[in-house]
């Protein structure tokens, strides 16, 4: 097992000042223009393509990182950039990662590079599970996967909402409900191949941040696609439910429920991360601002009042990042996370960069009000971190329960 270790070697400062250059030359100059067309920012991600930021190869080498600080360190340089087109970079990952987690070899050599498409013909990929009746509320899922056997095919039907890249992506991964009775021990998850008949974009949502970024519906009318398609395989699917079976008729479930929580507290320091990047550029405009605004014939920081400000927003940024890397490190090392350790990273950072991008505005004064200072869309962008990947009330619900040695629902 890796140390935990609270700085970065050499080799990844150089990967740090290179994703660094990449976020300041050209995600920065673009950000306020692509958040006004509320549009992918294609260009940006065929760049990123170019330099090799936008692939499989790069976001593996992070994520494989023995000491767990790559993916944070990657994930804070890019959204210290601009979280809207960030997250269009990034957003392609969360669905590989979903193949990664749960596909066969086969599955990851065929559906992988297609979401990623090549250097001339960029692509992303949309991971969709949440729907208008489930969101934190993940058991109450109702789009169905029917097994057709005569074709060996799956039928998918339903209505998913909140989709990162819905309705443009290449390919699409979409939980459903295989065993109803099973609440969410009965999902299984499939790949939507390109061009799939049925599957078709719902509303396109306007959103108040990260609006560079696309959110929309994805309809599923009669979507039938090979049983390959489905990520595992029949076979494993088969075995996984049977025991779950058994188990929800011994009375049990409690490894399930806990296999499914490790997955998640090792997810949310990446999200982690993309908060604390918002939250440090935020903090970064701000002092200069400070430093350099003069008003009653000195610098603003010159009084306590901007002055302690900016040590509590550093203090916590310098925290949620500390606790970030903690719990990725604990997860690259397969560490039992017994204090939720995942979702406290998760939960601090993120209500750091809400409060922290609030406090720069303030610092700013009218300025900061402005879209001619980037704060305010910082403002605007850091209010979804609280939200997406588990909101902050059912992280410290998780942390709570786990505290309580209670099962997580
Ligand atoms: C921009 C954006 C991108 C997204 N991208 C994706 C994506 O790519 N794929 C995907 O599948 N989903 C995605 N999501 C969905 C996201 O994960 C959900 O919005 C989130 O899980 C919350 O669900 P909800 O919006 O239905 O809120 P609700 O679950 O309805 O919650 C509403 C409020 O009630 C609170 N609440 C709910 N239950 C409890 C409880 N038990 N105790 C205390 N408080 C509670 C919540 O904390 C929240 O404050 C995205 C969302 C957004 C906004």
């Not at 936008?54 to 890019?78: H, K, N, R, V, W």
């Not at 095919?153 to 998913?160: D, Y």
């Not at 999902?187 to 939507?192: D, Q």
Request: proline fraction near 4%; hydrophobic fraction near 40%.
């Amino acid at each position: 097992m890796a140390e935990f270790i609270m700085e970065l070697n050499d080799e990844q400062k150089e990967v740090r000042d290179w994703i660094h250059g990449f976020a300041a030359d050209v995600m920065r100059p673009a950000a306020a223009e692509w958040d006004e067309r509320e549009e992918t920012p294609w260009p940006v991600i065929q760049e990123a393509a170019k330099i090799g930021i936008y692939s499989l190869d790069f976001y593996a080498q992070q994520y494989f990182d023995p000491t767990g600080l790559g993916i944070p360190m990657a994930m804070e340089e890019l959204f210290w950039g601009d979280a809207g087109t960030a997250l269009s970079i990034v957003g392609t990952g969360l669905a590989a990662v979903g193949v990664l987690a749960n596909g066969t070899e086969e599955q990851i050599g065929t559906w992988i590079p297609q979401m990623y498409g090549d250097v001339n013909d960029v692509k992303v990929a949309a991971f969709c599970s949440s729907e208008p009746d489930a969101g934190s509320d993940v058991a109450s899922m109702r789009t169905r996967a029917v097994y057709d056997e005569a074709k060996d095919e799956w039928v998918l039907n339903g209505t998913k909402t909140w989709a990162t890249n819905g309705g443009i992506a290449n390919v699409h991964v979409v939980v459903a409900v295989v065993d109803p009775e099973l609440g969410s021990k009965g999902h299984a998850s499939f790949i939507i191949p390109p061009n799939t008949p049925g599957l078709s974009q719902g509303q396109k949502f306007q959103k108040h941040g990260i609006r560079a970024s696309h959110t929309a519906e994805v309809v599923l009318d009669n979507v039938r696609v090979p049983g390959s398609c489905l990520l595992g395989g029949k076979e494993k699917l088969d075995e996984r439910l049977a025991r779950a079976r058994e188990r929800a008729k011994a009375g049990g479930g409690e490894r399930v429920k806990n296999a499914a929580m490790a997955t998640f507290e090792a997810s949310r320091p990446a999200v982690g991360a993309m908060a604390v990047g918002t939250a440090r550029a935020a903090y970064e405009e701000a002092l200069e601002y400070a430093k350099t605004r003069e008003q009653f014939g000195r610098p603003i920081i010159d009084n306590q009042g901007v002055a302690f400000q900016l040590a509590d927003m550093r203090t916590s940024i310098d925290a949620a990042r500390l606790l970030v890397w903690r719990a990725s490190w604990m997860a690259v090392n397969g560490k039992p996370f017994t204090a939720a350790e995942g979702s406290q990273s998760k939960l601090f950072a993120s209500e750091t960069a809400k409060k922290v991008t609030g406090q720069a505005i303030q610092i700013l004064g009218g300025n900061g009000f402005t879209r001619e200072y980037p704060v305010e869309r910082m403002h605007r962008d850091a209010a979804i971190y609280t939200i997406f990947e588990g909101t902050s009330e059912i992280q410290r619900l998780v942390i709570a329960r786990t505290l309580a040695g209670m099962p997580i629902r």
